[in-house]
C-alpha cells in the first residue's frame, strides 16, 4: 500500500491519495492490471480504506484463494474543502473534477493499468457512494462496475442529508446520461447493497428504483446492520469478486 502525492492541476493545490498494488505487481514488468477505484465517506479520509477499512488485507486474502482477480486499487482524498450535513454541504464537484482531470489520468500514466472500460470499476460508502454516482453516470463509458453501498442519491427520499431544492434534481441534471441506452451496453454491474438499520436505507432504495426506471440492470441488496465498517469490509469482500472476471460467483437475487 503506497502513499502517493500527487499535484491537482484542477484544484490547483497538492492532494494525496493511497493506491494498492497486488501481490507480484513490483516484480513484473510488462503486466496490466485492472483498477478499481475506492472512494471513502465523509468521516474518514483517503487512509481509511487502507486501515479500518482493511482493503489490502481483503484483496491479498481473495486474490491469494483466487476468488478475485489481481487489480490495482486506488483510494483517493474525497473531502477537498469542509463539509456538512446542511443542504448543499455534501457538494462534490470540486471531487469530481479533481477525479476526472488529475487522478484518473495520473494512476493511468504511473500504474501499469487497463485503460479501458472493461477494466475499470468505482465504487464507495457513502459519501463515496454518491461521488460514484456522480462521477459514473456522466462518464459511464469509462467504467464497466459500480458500486454503492449504504449509499444512494442524497436527498432523492426527500430528507436524505444534502437535500437542496433551490435547483434541478440530480436525475434531472442526469437525464441525459440517464436516457442514453448505447452507456448500458457494455455496463456489467450496477450493485447497491446496504444495511437494513442504515439511516440511508430510504436514500438507497429510492435510487435504485429510479436508476430501474432507466433500464439499468440494477442488482439490490440489503444486509442486516447499519452504518458501520463491519458492514463495509463484507460489502468490498463480496464486491470484489465480481469484478474482471469470466467467471464471477453467482449473483445474490434483488431483495429490492
Known sequence: MAEVNYYSQSLERPRRMHVYTPPGYEAESDRKYPVLYLLHGA?????????VGRAGFILDNLIAKKLAEPMVV???AGHTGPFSFRPGGLATDE??????ADIQPYVESHYRVHTNRANTAIAGLSMG????????????????????????VFGIDRHGPGRDSSGPSWEERNKQYLEDAALKEELE???FVTGKDDFLLETSRHTAEMLKKYDF??????????????NWR??????????????PKPMPPDNS
Open 234 to 247: 463484507e460489502y468490498l469482500h463480496e464486491f470484489a469478486q465480481y469484478l474482471f472476471r469470466k467467471d
Open 95 to 100: 471531487f469530481d473534477r479533481d477525479f476526472v
Open 129 to 152: 457512494g454518491a461521488q460514484t454516482l456522480s462521477i459514473g453516470i456522466p462518464h459511464l463509458g469509462k467504467f464497466a462496475y459500480l458500486g454503492v453501498f449504504s449509499s444512494g
Open 74 to 76: 486506488v483510494m483517493p
Open 43 to 51: 468521516f474518514d479520509c483517503d487512509d481509511a480504506w487502507s486501515t
Open 217 to 230: 440492470d440494477v442488482t439490490y441488496k440489503e444486509t442486516e446492520g447499519g452504518h458501520t465498517w463491519i
Open 189 to 191: 454491474l450496477v450493485w
